[in-house]
Each structure stands twice: as C-alpha cells, then as structure tokens.
Nanobody
C-alpha cells in the first residue's frame, strides 16, 4: 500500500513563495503520474499541476507562470514550487499519484494547509 506524505505548507504573505514536497513510499512512484490538487471547504478538489514519469507537466490556468512542479525519481519525491502567491491560492493542498491501467488508481496524501494572508 502506497503512502504519500506532504510537507511544506504554512502561512505566507501575498507575493511570497512556498515549496511543497510529497514523499511516496512503496514501489508506485517511478511510473506514476504525480499531481498536486487543492481544495477549500464546500468546493471541489481541483488539479493544480501534474507531472508524468517522463517529466511532461501540465498546469491549471491559475498556476501557469507562478507554480512549477518537479519530481526526483531517485528520492520518490514530487515538489510544487509556488511563487507570487495570492490570497486565492489559500487551500489544503493534496499530493496525488495515479497508477495502474490507464492510470485509474488514485492514491492521496493527507493534505497540507497553505494560507496566503497579510
């Protein structure tokens, strides 16, 4: 059973930066599509960014130009570098791994809170 553990969340002022990390235990990481999602109370969880095993990445429009997703396959870790943060980026951020046939299996971390406020 895979385990995903996020870290790096916290309180930051508008315009600031944070770097989220997610360490994945087990053997799923190397082939998984890794992603970061975020969610606020009463709202649907939304994709922020994803990265395939070959490094190809995709971003939500809200993240383009400000966030960068990367992965270290040797350390089973995925990162989300978030710059120029805005109050609307406030959310719980979740790490996700998609595995299996057609990447239909979802594995989730416990989430880390990001709060952007002055």
């Amino acid at each position: 059973q895979a385990r995903l553990v996020e870290s790096g969340g916290g309180l930051v002022q508008p315009g600031g930066s944070l770097r989220l990390s997610c360490v994945v235990s087990g053997s799923i990481f190397r082939r998984a599509i890794m992603g970061w999602y975020r969610q606020n109370p009463g709202k649907q969880r939304e994709l922020v960014a994803s990265i395939a095993s070959d490094g190809r990445s995709e971003y939500a429009d809200s993240a383009k130009g400000r966030f960068t997703i990367s992965r270290d396959n040797a350390k089973n870790t995925v990162f989300l570098q978030m710059n120029s943060l805005k109050p609307e980026d406030t959310a719980v951020y979740y790490c996700n791994a998609k595995t299996g046939l057609a990447f239909g299996n979802d594995h989730w971390g416990q989430g880390t809170q990001v709060t952007v406020s002055s």
